[in-house]
């Protein structure tokens, strides 16, 4: 069963960083890591996509946080990560990554997007 683990998350003070990170798990070999993105769910709101990446020198961020926040990847190491800097009171809530990631198990090819089960981020004024 593939696994996105998240962590990281915590309590910062506004201007503060963190660093996110999510590690895959998954029952074969990876052929490839599509593309891969952090989600936020704000208190009360629904989930957005506030960066993505399509590989190491494609990404995209949501105006909000663009300029404060890095996705990065690692595909040796099987991981994601969301630099994030200048940290505001608005940038509080439960921070997810998925991944569209190819697999090979018993010589079958295996394509799926899978989340993570999220990881909270507090940020104090």
């Known amino acids: 069963q593939v696994q996105l683990v998240e962590s990281g998350g915590g309590l910062v003070q506004a201007g503060g960083s963190l660093t996110l990170s999510c590690l895959f798990s998954?029952?074969?070999?990876?052929?490839?890591?599509?593309?891969i993105g952090w989600h936020r769910q704000a208190p009360g709101k629904q989930r957005e996509l506030i960066a993505a990446s399509a590989s190491a020198n494609i990404t995209n961020y949501a105006d909000s946080v663009k300029g404060r926040f890095t996705i990065s990847r690692d595909n040796a190491k099987k991981a994601v990560y969301l630099q994030m800097n200048g940290l505001k009171p608005e940038d509080t809530g439960v921070y997810y990554c998925?991944?569209?990631?190819?697999?090979?198990?018993?010589?079958?090819?295996?394509?799926?997007?899978?989340w993570g089960q999220g990881t909270q981020v507090t940020v104090s004024s």
């Open positions: 998925n991944a569209h990631i190819v697999y090979i198990r018993g010589g079958y090819y295996v394509s799926n997007e899978y």
């Open positions: 998954v029952p074969g070999i990876i052929h490839s890591i599509e593309t």
